[in-house]
């Protein structure tokens, strides 16, 4: 406590001049944050490349998600305009499914690799991978004309 700690007098700004003040003072603190003081940081051309393919990789982003969304909004229109005239499909009445005609609604087929069946393995039906229903082929699972 008995020591007495001398402090050096305050810099007085309005001595030195601004433009040697300021502009030191940003310049070493910019030299030091952004090159880690040794001079050193991506050179300019590599920066200038590096941005100019940015643009351009937001730009085609920008683009693809634009025209993805209009072609969208686009179908979503004509088909409702189809639908509201079109005639309901004859053959599934209007549903756009139908019971399997492979299976007949079982989900499994009997199924033997040779000609001459000697063994005969139940399979699930290829055509409606055992749902038992499968898409009108008439009305392409739509079910109405257009």
Known sequence: MGHSQEFPPPLKISSLPISLSLTGYLDST????????????????LRVLASAAAVLIGGFFT????????????QAVTEARRRKFALPCGVCNGIGFYIC???????TIEWS???????????????CDGVRAQR???CLGKGYYY
């Not at 005609?101 to 989900?107: V, Y």
């Not at 690799?113 to 055509?127: A, E, F, K, R, S």
């Open 30 to 45: 910019f030299r030091l944050t952004m090159a880690g003081g040794r001079g050193g940081g991506v050179p300019q051309p």
């Open 63 to 74: 683009l693809s998600l634009a025209s993805t969304a209009t072609i969208g909004a686009i």
């Open 101 to 107: 005609k492979l299976c007949k609604g079982n989900s």
């Open 113 to 127: 690799p040779t000609y001459d069946p000697q063994v005969i393995n139940p399979c699930l039906c290829p055509t």
């Open 136 to 138: 009108c082929l008439n």
